[in-house]
């Protein structure tokens, strides 16, 4: 089965950038549906981007939650089985664990839909 593990999470300052990284294995890489979601502490995990596979339109689908604006981008690279999202300006809002989730069979900005998940990597962003 698919096994994701996300790393490049941290502590920074409001403002700064992070890019948290995906690396995915025990499957067909480019085959998989990628996203990030986010969970703050007592809250439901929420979508916050996904990407497409390359097989089916390049450059990839890609789609942000609105909260995004702007300052993320996923991208992820089929040789080397990673999905990346790079975040800019960060702010305190954005302190949460970040979720990498794949599927084989949609792309959906909806949690149900994904069958692998990562453990999480812990974003905080201090002001």
């Known amino acids: 089965q698919v096994q994701l593990v996300e790393s490049g999470g941290g502590s920074v300052q409001a403002g700064s950038s992070l890019k948290l990284s995906c690396s995915a294995s025990?499957?067909?890489?480019?085959?998989?549906?990628m996203a990030w979601f986010r969970q703050f502490p007592g809250k439901e995990r929420e979508f916050v981007a996904y990407i497409g596979r390359t097989s089916e339109q390049t450059p990839e689908r890609t789609y942000y939650a609105d909260f995004v604006k702007d300052r993320f981008a996923i991208s992820r690279d089929n040789a080397k089985n990673l999905v990346d999202l790079q975040m800019n300006n960060l702010g305190p809002e954005d302190s949460a664990i970040y979720y990498c989730a794949a599927n084989e069979d949609v792309l959906s900005r909806y949690k149900s839909v994904y069958d692998y998940w990562g453990q999480g990597t812990q974003v905080t962003v201090s002001s």
């Open positions: 025990g499957g067909t890489f480019e085959a998989l549906y």
